[in-house]
């Protein structure tokens, strides 16, 4: 589904160059979840970007088999129009894309994130943190992608609110089989939804690994083994304490 081959990208700046991306490899199968972490600054939202086709590459390939894939981003607030109600929110990328049905998509896209009609005329001052990201995703759905890309879709989020959030990540993925990239520095959060994990650092993958690994501290690289330890207080004292996120724990 998605498939990148030696690619880098560079930013020019005014004094110089950013090589933000650097021959980065990898492949993604339909229905997968694949996750990117790494430290700030490594180049995870860039490549999201590119992916979304918000980016050029400098060079190499990249090939996503999705004419409409959608992105959510980290901050939902400033990801949602203020001034633009749920309604018209969720109807421009429906007129922008030409699909007819206005009314009836918008209702289903909010009722698949749990929200009601009643939040349909609200505007984004009037929902909370979790709502927000919900319409975030439901604008992302709403054009049927296959492919959604998530730029730390809850790391703006309470802890509560983040496990609802990657609950209906995760029903969304069972029931829709999409395709996803999942970008987050936690790897509690990237454990729970994907089966396959990579590492960035300085812009270029430094370790791929699958769940089980994960699960077993089985990484090569001590950059993995840091972050590992620096998300694993996170873990232990919020993420298994939830019941929802337990189950995740045992879905491998
Ligand atoms: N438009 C741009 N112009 C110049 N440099 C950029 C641009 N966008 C990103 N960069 C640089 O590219 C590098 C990678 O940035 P990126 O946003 O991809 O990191 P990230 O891994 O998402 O970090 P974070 O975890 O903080 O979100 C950084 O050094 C950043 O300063
Ligand atoms: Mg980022």
């Not at 991306?21 to 199968?29: G, K």
């Not at 970007?49 to 050029?56: E, S």
């Not at 609802?164 to 069972?174: D, M, P």
């Not at 690289?221 to 189950?247: P, Q």
Request: hydrophobic share 40%; glycine share 8%; aromatic share 4%.
């Amino acid at each position: 589904m998605i498939d990148i081959d030696r690619a880098s990208i560079r930013f020019r700046t005014k004094t110089g160059h950013v090589d933000a991306v650097r021959d980065v490899t990898f492949r993604v199968e339909e229905g997968e979840v694949f996750g990117l972490v790494g430290e700030s600054g490594s180049g995870k939202s860039t490549l999201l970007r590119a992916l979304a086709g918000l980016v050029p590459l400098s060079s190499g390939s990249l090939q996503v088999s999705d004419s409409r894939p959608q992105m959510v981003f980290q901050d939902p607030y400033a990801a949602l129009h203020p001034r633009f109600t749920v309604d018209k929110t969720l109807r421009e990328p429906l007129a922008i894309n030409g699909i007819g049905d206005e009314d009836a998509r918008i209702l289903a896209a909010l009722a698949e994130v749990g929200l009601g009609p009643a939040f349909r005329f609200r505007y984004p001052h009037q929902l909370s943190g979790g709502q927000r990201q919900r319409v975030s995703i439901a604008r992302a759905l709403i054009v049927g992608p296959r492919v959604l890309l998530l730029d730390e879709p809850t790391s703006a989020l309470d802890v509560s609110v983040q496990a609802e959030i990657l609950n209906l990540l995760r029903r969304l993925h069972t029931e829709r089989k999409l395709t996803m990239m999942l970008v987050s520095h936690n790897l509690a959060v990237v454990g729970f939804l994907c089966q396959r994990v990579a590492v960035m650092k300085n812009g270029e993958i430094v370790e791929q690994l699958d769940l089980e690994a994960v699960r077993a501290r089985d990484v090569k690289h001590e950059y993995t083994r840091s972050l590992m330890r620096a998300t694993e207080g996170y873990t232990r004292k919020h993420i298994r304490r939830n019941d929802a996120i337990e189950c995740g724990e045992n879905h491998a």
